[in-house]
């Protein structure tokens, strides 16, 4: 293969394509809209779509290309076969733009994968992006989601029952940096306990792997239960914590030291 591979990533990842084969989804852009005769007899470039770019931004680059007079130096052939992002539904998230995987795909009867597809408009991204990587807590809520798709696409009973999902326990290992290009979730499920109606418990490993090897490792647990119930729980605890908060600050107000600050006033 003669072709050139560009790699293309979202604006946010711009530190990571410096003396890389790589450009920004704005440069792409760019070169879109140069005049024909200013690229030349450019040898064709294969683009490679990274993380990073969000569905609007992915149509708006297919948009931009067919009406570029250059796009015959380009093949978008990769971009029209990636994997249908999960659903809001199935991912508990309202914006599109914050689900961070693909639909699930079962691989045995504990198994599963998914593609991790990264928007930079995120709500995880608006803020404390550093150097090259992608930041470990858009791996550990893609991670997060990859269960809660799993869950909810293949391990929910059919009931009529309208269930709150509560997260028990999660922990994680991070053994490489993980970068602006294609990574799978592997989630393996080990607990799946189904048989309380009124109270589901779900478990499982999942490891997020780019370019052949683990970057990270994920225990986790959750369970899901009638909503009316949670509602009730965190209603009850909510009373609770805040009646601790008022007791504390009208204990601490009546300090001595309060109350000599207050008799100087």
């Not at 971009?79 to 998230?93: C, D, I, M, T, V």
């Not at 699930?104 to 995120?122: K, N, T």
Request: glycine fraction near 4%; charge should be negative.
């Amino acid at each position: 293969m003669n072709d050139r591979i560009l790699l293309v990533v979202g604006d946010k990842f711009a530190p990571y394509i410096v003396q890389k084969e790589a450009i920004t989804v704005s440069q792409l852009h760019g070169l879109l809209s140069l005049p024909v005769h200013i690229l030349g007899n450019q040898e064709r470039t294969v683009l490679v779509p990274g993380q990073g770019i969000g569905d609007i931004s992915r149509q708006r680059l297919l948009a931009a290309a067919s009406q570029s007079s250059n796009v015959s130096g380009f093949d978008f052939s990769l971009w029209h076969n990636l994997p249908e992002r999960a659903s809001g539904a199935l991912s508990h998230k309202a914006e599109v733009c914050n689900v961070l995987v693909s639909m699930p795909h079962q691989v045995s009867a504990s198994e599963y994968e998914l593609a991790m597809m990264i928007d930079e408009d995120c709500e995880l991204m608006k803020d404390h992006l550093s150097g090259q990587h992608v930041q470990g807590m858009v791996v550990i809520e893609a991670a997060r989601q990859a269960m809660l798709v799993v869950t909810e696409a293949y391990l929910m009973p059919k009931s009529v029952i309208d269930y709150a999902f509560v997260f028990n326990a999660l922990s994680v290992s991070y053994s490489h940096y993980a970068f602006p290009v294609s990574a799978m979730i592997r989630t393996h499920i080990t607990e799946c306990a189904i048989d309380n109606p009124k109270f589901l418990k779900f478990a499982a490993i999942t490891r997020v792997e780019q370019c052949g090897r683990s970057v990270a490792e994920f225990t986790m647990s959750f369970s899901a239960m009638e909503k009316s119930r949670l509602v009730k729980q965190e209603r009850m605890q909510s009373v609770k914590a805040h009646r601790q908060f008022v007791s504390a600050v009208a204990a601490e107000l009546e300090t001595p030291q309060t109350l000599v600050e207050h008799a100087h006033r």
